[in-house]
């Protein structure tokens, strides 16, 4: 039987939606994007697109803030960051998510050469025994390296980092420490990824986007790599778990394991509700 009390722990930890509404949850989050821009007085947004839902809802939602901002007057640009470690496997998917996404601005940047140059300067190894820990290291320097590029072309621009981090992936820690994990913002906080999905459709994004697999695409050995094969855990039932709906056992282990694991992690950035509760007068 699933602990139901750490399970909703853990939910209200992670602010899960609860009586999801695609329609309300896109609107919040775009006034959210567009109210913090107002609030702080920075000029815009930065994304890396992977091709992926998340960034790809993460990106419209930027662009959606950032035009409704221009509408009043006041002057706001999205940039969408491509950032292939030398060729993306799946660029295609990328190309496509971009023109969802419809950016004010695309920039590009290769982060294969500094990637490298950094690995080899600091962590290479021809050792075989450490191959697969070798690759997996490298893939989290990518990760690290593509936030160090976003941040860079924000603080030029006087702009903010958006980061693509929701639930699901909050509770089994499935993204870098101070990679794709860091971000002045979390616009997709407290979704599932089913909520996600469902948002993402909502705003108009085709098929290909919407149910494409999950990947982080880090690992150079394993491209395209499922993210739910590096779990051992399928997001339905991760999804399952935040809803407060019964799951197996062995997904359960797996889930509270990752979770535990993970704990240093979760020091989240701003989210839509502790802006609102901020504005509110709260706590």
């Given at each position: 039987m699933t602990d139901t009390a750490l399970q909703q722990?853990?939910?209200?930890?992670?602010?899960?939606?609860?009586n999801f509404d695609p329609t309300i949850e896109a609107e919040r989050r775009i006034n959210f994007l567009a109210d913090y821009l107002r609030t702080t007085g920075m000029k815009g947004y930065v994304l890396g697109i992977s091709g992926g839902v998340d960034s790809s809802l993460g990106g419209r939602l930027a662009q959606m803030?950032?035009?409704r901002l221009r509408n009043e007057g006041y002057d706001a640009t999205f940039v969408a960051m491509r950032l292939p470690y030398h060729e993306q496997a799946d660029e295609a998917d990328a190309q496509a998510a971009l023109e969802f996404v419809a950016a004010d601005?695309?920039?590009?940047?290769?982060?294969?050469?500094?990637?490298d140059a950094l690995w080899d300067a600091t962590a290479g190894t021809d050792s075989a025994?450490?191959?697969?820990?070798n690759e997996f290291g490298r893939g989290n320097v990518k990760a690290r390296q593509r936030m160090v590029a976003q941040y860079t072309l924000a603080a030029a621009r006087s702009m903010l980092v958006i980061g693509t981090d929701q639930a699901a992936e909050a509770v089994v820690g499935f993204y870098t420490k101070y990679g794709?994990?860091?971000?002045?913002?979390?616009p997709l906080a407290g979704l599932t990824k089913r909520m996600v999905r469902a948002t993402a459709r909502h705003l108009g994004a085709p098929d290909a986007i919407v149910e494409k697999v999950p990947t982080a695409d880090l690992e150079s050995d394993r491209p395209l790599r499922a993210d739910e094969e590096a779990l051992g855990v399928s997001y339905d039932h991760v999804d399952d778990y935040l809803e407060g709906l019964e799951v197996p056992e062995e997904a359960e282990r797996t889930i509270l394991q990752h979770y535990f694991k993970t704990i240093h992690?979760?020091?989240?950035?701003?989210?839509?509700l502790d802006f609102e509760t901020r504005q509110r007068g709260g706590a």
């Open positions: 722990e853990i939910a209200t930890e992670l602010q899960v939606v609860q803030a950032c035009e601005e695309v920039a590009t940047v290769d982060i294969g050469p500094a990637t025994d450490e191959a697969v820990m794709d994990g860091a971000c002045d913002l979390t992690k979760r020091a989240m950035p701003v989210t839509p």
